[in-house]
């Protein structure tokens, strides 16, 4: 069993009981998505970011581990960006099968190069760029040299996706994050034919490579601007709907409401945050599934006593204590 609440804290420098971990065996992802739907109202699970370098893929949740004694019931990968990083792919892989093993669910972003360049690329000016609207058109537009170099990009990936869905993992997918952002190459592409067409274009094509594996997140930031269904993709494309918080420390009511109105009956998620959820978030806005500390933040934007008062939350849910069968 687990000690919950403020004496958990009080005894965390003295002993801390782990639960031991609930293996996850292979598993469809249906039931992956059930039990996300199944969580909401009644506890939200715990995730932490591992960015880069590939070489250390769950350097974060070390940290959570030595803070709180528990390991987060959701571990959080990038497929990355960097040359050094891309040619260490496997290592990021061969982590998130063990994560899974272990008891954790697993979730994969992407920094992803523009197809206007090379398949590796630095974060300022290969990641974080801007291309014009007629290249932009190009990618989205079948059969055109940027489209097919979009697709080819996806291709890169499929044998490590395909390494997942053979061991029977379940992947929470969140390609082109924050679609509403102007930081990246894909984002403030409103419209129809913006973001939203990327997105489904690179769905269809991973879909067609048979990796019915992928639990497909849709994402935006926290922005003031609003109008987040105007990059929506369509249910038919979305499996769950999500939303990075980095505008404030927590979601406010109204964002919580402007998800809820896109996903409806999907389940919703936070999928980056750099402040721990507190007991007034964790109480009020309880149909978010599962939340994800970026990286850094963990220590760099919380203390270890704000970070244990979340693990041990009644609501949160830690590895050994998420169920998906």
Known sequence: MRVRGSMAVALLAAAVVVPAAQAFPPT????????LRATAGGGVISGQHNKEPASLPSQYTAQVHAITGQYPGLWGGDLMFRAPDVADRQHVIDQ??????????????????????????????????????EQFRQVVTEGTALNQAWKRRLDEVVPYLRQLKDAGV?????????????????????????????????????????LDNLIWVWNVQ?????????????????????????????PSA??????????????????????????????SQTRWSYFMIWSEQLRGNNTNAEIQAGYFHPRVLNQGEVQVG
């Open 96 to 133: 998130a099968r063990t994560e899974w093993a272990n008891g954790s669910l697993v979730t994969l972003t992407w920094h992803v190069c523009t197809p206007t360049g090379p398949s590796t690329c630095e974060f300022e000016g290969g990641v974080k760029t801007r291309i014009d609207d």
């Open 28 to 35: 469809p992802k249906q039931q992956v998505l059930d039990h």
């Open 170 to 210: 379940p992947v929470l997918f969140r390609p082109l994050h924050e679609m509403n952002e102007s930081w990246n190459w894909w984002g403030n592409r409103p419209g129809p034919d913006g973001g939203a067409e990327l997105y489904r274009i690179t769905r269809d094509h991973l879909d067609g490579q048979g």
């Open 222 to 250: 926290d922005n003031p601007n609003g109008g987040w269904a105007q990059y929506y993709p369509g249910e038919d494309y979305v499996d769950l709907v999500s939303l990075d918080v980095w505008y404030k420390n927590h």
């Open 254 to 283: 109204a964002d919580y409401q402007q998800l809820l109105g896109i996903a409806g009956q999907k389940p919703v998620a936070v999928a980056e945050m750099g402040k721990i959820p507190d007991n007034a978030m964790l109480t």
